[in-house]
């Protein structure tokens, strides 16, 4: 109940403020939220080092600003290149994991780690905002919430009662074959619902096929959430959205969706 009741409310509020908002405001959300999931990922993947996931949750939020310096006002990062900021933190992870040493059996994984935080979240929620950018954004977001949501929603149901070969048994156990065709099927049918709807630029075969490909990329996000949360030995992210878990549960399949519905909508559309 408390996840319905946390869907109806949000879900609506998130639609709203899309359609309404300018690019700088939708850049204000979304760096608040990769710096939400910043800090649900060090919490993670280094517990043990209670202060730092705050210092790198600041620190990699700044690499968006720093890729995206051409759509919003920039004044800070105007002279810092996207490859100057990342050499700065590759630099700053070395050092940390040189002057911090808890356990020089675990130095390398750690700044393994500190890495993957910083390029997973701000690379891939960049890819939000450019989207937003061009023409039709707000159309292009609607459009990747719908097969995100309708391909997560199908994939549960089909798999919940039709599911009987096991997907990734050893990421994620619950996830079948037939959930996965269920929620490819539901993302195809999201599309096409938005063509007939809101979105009728979309041509059906160009439409079929991004559903495909989004959607597909949508549930290898989520496998990979899974993976992660498994090798952590957690069962949620976090504990922010009643309910849902933490940002990084809701953004999973999303960060992966991103990048493939900007490259059809830059490049083929």
Same mark, same amino acid.
């Given at each position: 109940?408390?996840?319905?009741? %946390? =869907? !109806? &409310?949000? +879900?609506?509020? @998130?639609?709203?403020?899309?359609?309404? /908002?300018?690019?700088?405001?939708?850049?204000? $959300?979304?760096?608040?939220?990769?710096?939400?999931?910043?800090?649900?990922?060090?919490?993670?993947?280094?517990?043990?080092?209670?202060?730092?996931?705050?210092?790198?949750?600041?620190?990699?939020?700044?690499?968006?600003?720093?890729?995206?310096?051409?759509?919003?006002?920039?004044?800070?990062?105007?002279?810092?290149?996207?490859?100057?900021?990342?050499?700065?933190?590759?630099?700053?992870?070395?050092?940390?994991?040189?002057?911090?040493?808890?356990?020089?059996?675990?130095?390398?994984?750690? %700044? =393994? !780690? &500190?890495? +993957?935080?910083? @390029?997973?979240?701000?690379?891939?929620? /960049?890819?939000?905002?450019?989207?937003?950018? $061009?023409?039709?954004?707000?159309?292009?977001?609607?459009?990747?919430?719908?097969?995100?949501?309708?391909?997560?929603?199908?994939?549960?149901?089909?798999?919940?009662?039709?599911?009987?070969?096991?997907?990734?048994?050893?990421?994620?156990?619950?996830?079948?074959?037939?959930?996965?065709?269920?929620?490819?099927?539901?993302?195809?049918?999201?599309?096409?619902?938005?063509?007939?709807?809101?979105?009728?630029?979309?041509?059906?075969?160009?439409?079929?096929?991004?559903?495909?490909?989004?959607?597909?990329?949508?549930?290898?996000?989520?496998?990979?959430?899974?993976?992660?949360?498994? /090798?952590?030995?957690?069962?949620?992210?976090?504990?922010?959205?009643?309910?849902?878990?933490?940002?990084?549960?809701?953004?999973?399949?999303?960060?992966?969706?991103?990048?493939?519905?900007?490259?059809?909508?830059?490049?083929?559309?």
């Amino acid at each position: 109940m408390k996840r319905l009741i %946390t =869907g !109806l &409310i949000a +879900l609506p509020l @998130l639609l709203i403020f899309v359609q309404k /908002s300018e690019t700088f405001a939708f850049f204000c $959300l979304i760096l608040g939220i990769t710096a939400t999931g910043l800090l649900e990922f060090y919490r993670m993947a280094l517990p043990q080092r209670k202060c730092f996931g705050f210092v790198a949750a600041f620190a990699g939020s700044l690499l968006l600003p720093a890729l995206l310096q051409d759509l919003v006002p920039n004044l800070v990062f105007e002279r810092l290149p996207f490859s100057l900021c990342l050499t700065l933190l590759v630099l700053f992870s070395a050092l940390f994991s040189l002057f911090r040493i808890r356990d020089i059996k675990q130095s390398a994984g750690e %700044t =393994g !780690l &500190i890495l +993957l935080g910083f @390029l997973y979240l701000p690379l891939l929620m /960049s890819y939000l905002v450019l989207l937003r950018d $061009l023409d039709h954004g707000v159309k292009w977001i609607f459009l990747l919430l719908i097969i995100v949501m309708s391909g997560d929603t199908a994939a549960f149901y089909v798999g919940s009662t039709l599911g009987k070969r096991k997907l990734y048994p050893l990421v994620s156990p619950k996830k079948s074959v037939e959930g996965m065709i269920g929620g490819l099927a539901g993302s195809v049918i999201g599309t096409l619902l938005a063509g007939a709807t809101f979105f009728p630029e979309l041509a059906i075969a160009g439409a079929v096929a991004t559903a495909l490909i989004v959607g597909l990329l949508g549930q290898l996000g989520d496998l990979f959430e899974s993976l992660l949360k498994r /090798s952590f030995g957690v069962k949620d992210s976090g504990i922010i959205i009643p309910g849902h878990g933490g940002m990084l549960d809701r953004l999973d399949s999303v960060l992966f969706a991103a990048p493939p519905l900007y490259i059809y909508a830059r490049y083929f559309f």
